[in-house]
């Protein structure tokens, strides 16, 4: 039996949507990104549900694109790209404007892709040996939709850094940056994820939850739509370039890659 991609489980009101492709380090692919939209879209129209939990199982939160879906990024015809762009949009932007809180519980690296994915949850817990980063350059290709987000978090001098680096940093660091909420240990992370969400629960309306994250996200930011629309163009028209082309095919024949 093939085991689900994504698991989807809600006990005291708090549901919890799990990543299960350890196997692939919890890689994201299509099908993935679309299975977890629809599990927040889910949780979201759940009367049983007030806060949400999402986590992945294994090592790794989550490393990106797998090498399948990038050797397929370099076939795709630019409307094709185009619509890839706009699945992982929705994924994000589904749950950006979800009208219920969603707590990240990261336990292993989260990068490119997967670094994006948790950086816009409403609150990030993190263990201090995971890493973090949007290594999109190194590949030749652009963080494009998370940039949007991630402007919204940091400092438009700390979002250089990051994001024309692609270098790798540490839970303590995205922390400094305000990219993440806190830094649990291992033995502990389960259960303050858990209290964490319990207090919201049931010390907080779910109306005022859901008026406050619109007033700290969509209200405050009317353009976000627009440079997402732009985002979504730029991520197609750069996977189209001989850049990208080399980098991932570089990436895939574990090939150092002379810019």
Request: hydrophobic share 45%; charged share 20%; aromatic share 8%.
């Amino acid at each position: 039996m093939v085991e689900p991609l994504v698991l989807y489980s809600v006990s005291e009101r708090i549901a919890t949507i799990a990543i299960n492709r350890p196997e692939k380090r919890n890689a994201l692919n299509p099908d993935l990104i679309q299975q977890l939209t629809d599990s927040f879209i889910k949780a979201s129209e759940d009367n049983d549900v007030k806060v949400i939990i999402l986590k992945a199982n294994g090592a790794v939160f989550s490393a990106g694109a797998d090498l399948a879906y990038l050797q397929q990024l370099q076939l795709n015809t630019y409307e094709e790209n185009l619509a890839d762009s706009e699945n992982l949009k929705r994924l994000f932007t589904t749950i950006y404007y979800l009208p219920k809180v969603v707590i990240a519980q990261v336990e292993g690296h989260a990068i490119a892709g997967g670094c994006g994915l948790a950086t816009v949850c409403d609150i990030i817990f993190s263990v201090p040996e995971a890493s973090f980063g949007y290594t999109e350059v190194k590949l030749g290709f652009v963080p494009a939709i998370v940039a949007c987000f991630l402007l919204r978090k940091t400092s438009e001098t700390i979002a250089k850094k990051i994001l024309l680096t692609g270098s790798l940093f540490s839970a303590q660091e995205a922390l400094n940056y305000g990219l993440i909420t806190f830094v649990t240990n291992k033995e502990e992370i389960s259960h303050k994820v858990k209290d964490f969400a319990l207090d919201l629960c049931n010390e907080a309306s779910a109306n005022s939850l859901m008026v406050t994250k619109q007033l700290i996200g969509p209200t405050t930011n009317p353009l976000l739509e627009k440079s997402l629309a732009m985002a979504v163009q730029i991520n197609a028209r750069v996977r189209d370039t001989e850049d990208f082309k080399k980098g991932i095919a570089a990436f895939i024949n574990k090939e150092k890659i002379k810019w």
